[in-house]
C-alpha cells in the first residue's frame, strides 16, 4: 500500500495512470492474439508504448472547453478522458454503440464534450488532425474575448500526431496559424522514429521535429522520453500548464517506442534486431513497474492493478461482442441533418443550434427594394446583415480583411465588425478550412471564403472530412460551415480562376451546394446557407457578380430561398432548358431568340436539386436540353439525364441533350473562351435542334 503521505505528494494519481495502462494493455493485446485473428477485428492499431504519456496527457485535459485531436494511435487518452472500455472496445469490433456505430475504423474516435474535454472528430488521413484543432484555439478566443465568455479564460486545444505527420501540409498549416495569432493550442508529437516503415530522417532533417523548430517565431518547445515516468509526467503536466497561462502555442515531443507493428497486418520486417530489442528495453510499462515499486507501490497492489483491469477489459469485450451490429436500415441516414422521409434528428455538437442559438424569423416572400443591386452587393449586404444578428458568425478568407476580398464581397466589414469577426488569415486553404471545422464544432458559425474555386484544391482533405463529419460519427458531431467560392469564366478564362467544376462538391458527401445566378436569389440563397445546419459550398459566378442581367433588387434582411426549389425563369412548352449559374442568362436569350417555346429551369441548388420540377416540366414537353458551363464528363448534367432516362423514359420524345463546356480547362484567349463556353448562339442552335427531332 502506499502510504497517505505519499500518495497526496504523487502527482499524478499514479493507481489510476496504472489501472488505464494496464486496460490499454489488455485491449491491444486481446485484439492483437484473439479479436484479429478471429476477424472479429478487421483494423487493428496498437498504442503500445505510446500510451503511457498519452495516459497522462488526457488526465490534465480537465477543462470543459478544452479539445483534443487525437489520431489513430490515441485509444489511451480517450480512456484517459473517460470512456468507457466497452465502448472503447465496440469500435474496432464495429458494433452499435460505439462513437460511429460501426461506420468509421474503430481507432478513429470522437467524443462529445459532455461537460469535459472534447475530442475532435478524428481523420484516418495523417495531417487531417492539425488545422481543426487550431479552429477550436481561435475559437476558444474568440469566445472569450469577443463573446466575453468567462468560461473559456484558461481552454485549450492539444493536437496528436506522430514525427511522420510533421512533414505534412496541415501540421505546417496549423503551426503558422497557431504562431502568427499566438493561440492557445499544444502540439504533442509522440515520435516513435518511424512512419509505417519510413524513418523520421526523412520526414525532418535529423529526425527531430523539436530541434528544427527552435528557432520557430513564437512557439516554446519541450521535449523528453515518453516513456520515463518521471520525465514524461513532469513534460506533459508542464506543457499543458504553461499553454493554459501563457495561453500560446507550445510544441511537446516526446520520444516513444512503437513495441508493435504500424498495424495489425505489419510485421516490422524493416527494423533490426537490435532496434526491437532496444524499443523493448523503453516499454514505459516494465519503466513505470520499476518507478513505482516498491516505493510507491507494493508488488501485489501492482499486480492488483494489473489483473483488475484485465478482468474489466475483458468483461468490456465480452460486453462489446454481444452489443448488436449495425443495422443496414439506417446506413443512409445522418448524410445531412435533414433525412429525405422529412425527420430531422440534430448532432450532439457543433454549429449554433446545439447551443440553442435561436435565429430571426425568415421569409420566402421578398420585400424589394426600389433600385437594383448586383450580386456582389448582394452579398455584401447578407453578410452584413447576418453579421449583425448573429455574433457567433465570422467572415474570413485571403484578403478578406482591409482589403474587403480581391472581389470585393467583404469590403467594410472588418470597419465595422472589428477584426475579430472579419479577418485576413494566412495563404493555406487547408489552414482556411480546417480552422473552419474547429470552429464549428466549437459551436461558432464560420463563413470562410476561397479566393478562386481551383484554389479550393490544397483544402480538398479538409473539405471532405467536414462533408462526412456528421455521417461518420452517428451524428455525435457536425460541422455546419458555409465556404463562399467565386469561380467561373469573367472578361477572359484561364485554368486558375474560372473553373467551376461545382460538380465535385455535389459528388463530395455531406456538402449542399448552391448556384445563384442572380442578385436576388444569391440573397436568399446566402441566407438560407448561414441559417442552415449543414456545410454549404456557396458558389459565386464571377461573370455574374457585377453583370447587368443579375441586378435585382434588394430583397430583404428577412428573405429567405430554400434549397432544391428550382425556378421556372420562363414557361414553355415545347422543351425544357435545365441550367444554373452563369448560363441561366444566355439560355433565357437564347430561348427568346429561338422561337421555340422552351422552359427555362434555374435549379439555384445542385444539392439538393429539385428533381421534381424537373420531371414535372420534362412530362410536359417531352424533350430536355442540359447547359452548363462545367465539362461534360460527369458534369451534374449526367446526373440530370440519367435521372431523366430512369424517370422520364416513356415521356421523351426525342434524345436528352447536354450542352457544355469541352473536356478542357478554361482558356485565357477570349477567342478561345467563347468557343469554349456554351454561347447564346450554340444554346439558340441546340434548342431549334432538339425541338426539330
Ligand atoms: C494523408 C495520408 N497519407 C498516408 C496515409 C497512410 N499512413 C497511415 S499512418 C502512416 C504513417 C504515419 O506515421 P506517424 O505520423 O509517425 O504516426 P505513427 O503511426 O508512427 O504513430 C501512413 C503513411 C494516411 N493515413 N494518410
Ligand atoms: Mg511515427
Known amino acids: 500500500m502506499v502510504a497517505e503521505s505519499v500518495r497526496s505528494a504523487l502527482h499524478p494519481d499514479w493507481r489510476h495512470v496504472v489501472r488505464l495502462l494496464h486496460a490499454s494493455r489488455g485491449l491491444d493485446d486481446i485484439e492483437e492474439t484473439r479479436l484479429l485473428p478471429e476477424r472479429k477485428v478487421l483494423y487493428q492499431f496498437s498504442a503500445r508504448g505510446h500510451d503511457f504519456a498519452q495516459i497522462l496527457l488526457g488526465l490534465q485535459l480537465t477543462d ?47 467524443l462529445p464534450g459532455r461537460g469535459g474535454a472534447t475530442v475532435l472528430p478524428a481523420c ?67 515520435d516513435n522514429g518511424f512512419g509505417i516503415s519510413v524513418p523520421s530522417v526523412l520526414q525532418t532533417p535529423g529526425g527531430n521535429i523539436a530541434a528544427n523548430l527552435r528557432a520557430f517565431g513564437g512557439l516554446a518547445i519541450l521535449e523528453g522520453d515518453g516513456s520515463d515516468p518521471a520525465a514524461a509526467a513532469a513534460l506533459t503536466a508542464d506543457a499543458v500548464a504553461q499553454v493554459r497561462s501563457e495561453r500560446a502555442p507550445l510544441l511537446l515531443r516526446l520520444t516513444v517506442p512503437r513495441l508493435s507493428g504500424h498495424s495489425g497486418q505489419d510485421t516490422q520486417a524493416y527494423k533490426s534486431a537490435p532496434t526491437l530489442a532496444a ?52 446506413l443512409t441516414r445522418h448524410v445531412f441533418w435533414h433525412e429525405p422521409d422529412g425527420s430531422q434528428a440534430l448532432q450532439e455538437q457543433g454549429g449554433v443550434l446545439p447551443e440553442g442559438h435561436v435565429f430571426p424569423p425568415v421569409s420566402g416572400v421578398p420585400a424589394p427594394e426600389s433600385t437594383r443591386i448586383n450580386m456582389l452587393t448582394a452579398i455584401r449586404r447578407t453578410l452584413d446583415a447576418e453579421l449583425a444578428s448573429n455574433p457567433r458568425l465570422l467572415v474570413f478568407g485571403e484578403d478578406v480583411g482591409p482589403k474587403g476580398g480581391v472581389h470585393g464581397a467583404t469590403l467594410g466589414l472588418q470597419d465595422k465588425y472589428g477584426a475579430a469577426r472579419v479577418f485576413d488569415t494566412s495563404l493555406s486553404e487547408e489552414g482556411i478550412i480546417g480552422r473552419a471545422v474547429g470552429m464549428a464544432l466549437a459551436g461558432l458559425l464560420p463563413v470562410a471564403e476561397i479566393q478562386f474555386r ?7 482533405e479538409q473539405l471532405n472530412d467536414c462533408g462526412t463529419l456528421r455521417w461518420r460519427t452517428h451524428n455525435r458531431f457536425a460541422a455546419p460551415m458555409v465556404v463562399r467560392m467565386p469561380g467561373g469564366f ?3 478564362g484561364d485554368p486558375w480562376h474560372s473553373q467551376t467544376n ?33 456545410p454549404v459550398i456557396f458558389f459565386e459566378h464571377r461573370a455574374m457578380l457585377d453583370g447587368a442581367w443579375a441586378r ?6 428577412e428573405y429567405v430561398v430554400p434549397f432544391g426549389v428550382a425556378r421556372i425563369v420562363r414557361a414553355g412548352t415545347e422543351l425544357t432548358v435545365v441550367t444554373w449559374g452563369a448560363m441561366v442568362e444566355r439560355c433565357e436569350q437564347a430561348a427568346r431568340d429561338s422561337h421555340v417555346d422552351a422552359e427555362v429551369i434555374d435549379l439555384r441548388t445542385l444539392m439538393p436539386w429539385d428533381r421534381a420540377a424537373v420531371l414535372a416540366s420534362v412530362a410536359r414537353t417531352h424533350r430536355c436540353l442540359i447547359v452548363h458551363e462545367d465539362n461534360l464528363s460527369a458534369g451534374f448534367g449526367a446526373e440530370i439525364a440519367a435521372t431523366l432516362a430512369q424517370a422520364a423514359f416513356f415521356s421523351l420524345d426525342a434524345p436528352i441533350e447536354r450542352l457544355t463546356m469541352p473536356d478542357i480547362p478554361s482558356p485565357h484567349s477570349p477567342v478561345l473562351l467563347e468557343a469554349a463556353v456554351p454561347d447564346v448562339a450554340r444554346i439558340t442552335r441546340a434548342i431549334q435542334q432538339l425541338a426539330s427531332l
Open 124 to 190: 484516418g488521413g495523417v495531417g487531417a488532425q492539425y488545422t481543426p484543432a487550431a479552429g477550436w484555439a481561435q475559437a476558444i478566443r474568440y469566445r472569450h474575448e469577443t463573446l466575453k465568455d468567462a468560461r473559456y479564460a484558461r481552454s485549450i486545444a492539444v493536437v496528436l500526431g506522430g514525427d511522420a505527420s510533421a512533414a505534412t501540409n496541415g501540421f505546417w498549416s496549423a503551426l503558422n496559424i497557431a504562431t502568427t495569432l499566438k493561440l492557445p493550442m499544444l502540439f504533442y508529437i509522440e
Open 502 to 534: 461545382e460538380v465535385a462538391w455535389v459528388h463530395g458527401i455531406g456538402w449542399q451546394v448552391a448556384v445563384p445566378s442572380n442578385a436576388e436569389d444569391a440573397v436568399g440563397l446566402l441566407r438560407t446557407a448561414l441559417r442552415g445546419n449543414d
Open 552 to 557: 435585382r433588387p434588394y430583397p430583404g434582411n
Open 490 to 492: 469573367f472578361k477572359c
Open 454 to 460: 481551383k484554389y479550393a484544391d490544397p483544402a480538398a
Open 64 to 110: 470543459p472547453h478544452d479539445a483534443v485531436s487525437v489520431y489513430y494511435r490515441s485509444r489511451p487518452i480517450m480512456l484517459a478522458l473517460g470512456v468507457a472500455l466497452e465502448d472503447a472496445a465496440a469500435g474496432p469490433l464495429a458494433r452499435t454503440g460505439s462513437f460511429s456505430g460501426g461506420r468509421d475504423i474503430g481507432v478513429v474516435f470522437n
Open 279 to 330: 524499443e523493448r528495453a523503453r516499454d514505459p510499462l516494465q519503466r513505470l513497474q520499476a518507478f513505482l515499486v516498491p516505493q510507491h507501490l507494493t508488488q501485489s497492489d501492482w499486480d492488483e492493478l494489473a489483473s483488475e483491469a484485465r478482468r474489466e477489459v475483458e468483461a468490456a469485450v465480452a460486453g462489446a461482442i454481444r452489443r448488436p451490429q449495425p443495422d443496414p436500415q439506417t
